[in-house]
């Protein structure tokens, strides 16, 4: 019922940009935030980065930190994931989720639910 949908994904060479969004559809929920997890061919899925709606904090994984940057979107429960300076190391599918508690690590998976079923990212070399 409640499902998210990534957009944005894309083929892109090395030193790139894309922007990632994630809109909700079928019905309205409270949520403490946006997370954005990525995950390899035959790799665990990681984590990405996040915003907390209090104050529009956000925390990134230092694979990406410096890079990459969240930011609210237009509607409520939505957020936009700006990847700038790509690297081949970045190609994976990348998920969105809600994050349903305020506290626990917000870098864990089991802090959201709601996921997406996420958009492709490919980095040419």
């Known amino acids: 019922q409640v499902q998210p949908v990534e957009s944005g994904g894309g083929l892109v060479q090395r030193g790139g940009s894309l922007r990632l969004s994630c809109t909700y559809s079928?019905?309205?929920?409270?949520?403490?935030?946006m997370g954005w997890f990525r995950q390899a061919p035959g790799k665990e899925r990681e984590y990405v980065g996040d915003?907390?709606?209090?104050?529009?904090?956000?925390n990134f994984a230092d694979a990406v930190k410096g890079r990459f940057t969240i930011s609210r979107g237009d509607a409520a429960n939505t957020a936009e994931l700006q990847m700038n300076r790509l690297k081949p190391e970045d190609t994976a599918i990348y998920y969105c989720?809600?994050?349903?508690?305020?506290?626990?690590?917000?870098?864990?998976?089991?802090?959201?639910?709601?996921w997406g079923r996420g958009t492709q990212v490919t980095v040419s070399s």
């Open positions: 915003i907390a709606w209090s104050g529009s904090s956000t």
């Open positions: 989720a809600a994050k349903w508690s305020p506290w626990g690590p917000r870098t864990s998976p089991n802090q959201y639910h709601y």
């Open positions: 079928g019905g309205t929920f409270s949520s403490y935030g």
